[in-house]
């Protein structure tokens, strides 16, 4: 059974995102489309700010993504390696749809847009799409996919949804 069901394939790359819930830290798995793990995102406990790890299977950082304290705007920061990789900020309302800002170090921003909270929204970069996010591929709860175009980040487009998730998820 295919990952994302109903889906023609775009040659773009798929994962799961299955939050485990009622975990220590928050810590979860993100699957691949033959169902391996292919990232962890380790929620560390006990810190003053939000700070989640992207992790290789092997526990290898990838990149460290920390929720940012007194700023106006909803704001979460990519780093790799105690380098800015990119920002991630809530725009402001729009009446139909949802939409943050990517502010990427050193590379072409990107916007992610439409229904961010049902996770049904696109990731694009100067018009062209980069990642589409989806719960309606699965009928598991708590489950949606994300379809990476080829030539990505796939680890650095998976840390952006991850912090588009932390940021709209209520408490």
């Known amino acids: ?8 394939d775009s040659g773009g790359t798929k994962y799961r995102m299955r939050e485990k ?8 798995w993100i699957e691949n489309d033959a169902g391996e793990r292919a990232f962890k995102v380790d929620g560390k406990a006990l810190r003053i700010r939000e700070t989640l790890v992207l992790q290789d299977p092997s526990g290898a950082e990838l990149f460290t993504v920390q929720e940012k304290k007194l700023h106006i705007r909803d704001t979460m920061d990519i780093e790799r390696g105690g380098q800015a990789v990119a920002r991630i900020k809530k725009a402001l309302i729009t009446p139909l749809r ?3 800002s990517i502010d990427v170090e050193g590379g072409e921003d ?6 961010i909270v049902d996770h049904e929204y ?3 970069r100067g018009g062209d799409k ?14 949606y996919g994300i379809e990476i175009a080829p030539g990505q980040d796939d680890a650095l487009i998976l840390a952006v949804t991850v912090c588009i998730d932390r940021m709209t998820r209520p408490g």
Not at 1 to 8: A, D, F, I, S, V
Not at 21 to 28: A, C, K
Request: hydrophobic fraction near 40%; aromatic fraction near 12%; avoid cysteine.
């Open 98 to 100: 949802e939409r943050f």
């Open 122 to 124: 696109k990731i694009e």
């Open 110 to 115: 990107m916007e992610a847009k439409g229904n």
């Open 130 to 143: 980069v990642a589409e996010v989806s719960k309606r591929w699965f009928r598991v709860r708590d489950t």
């Open 1 to 8: 059974m295919p990952l994302l069901r109903g889906r023609r």
């Open 21 to 28: 819930l009622f975990s220590i830290g928050d810590d979860f």
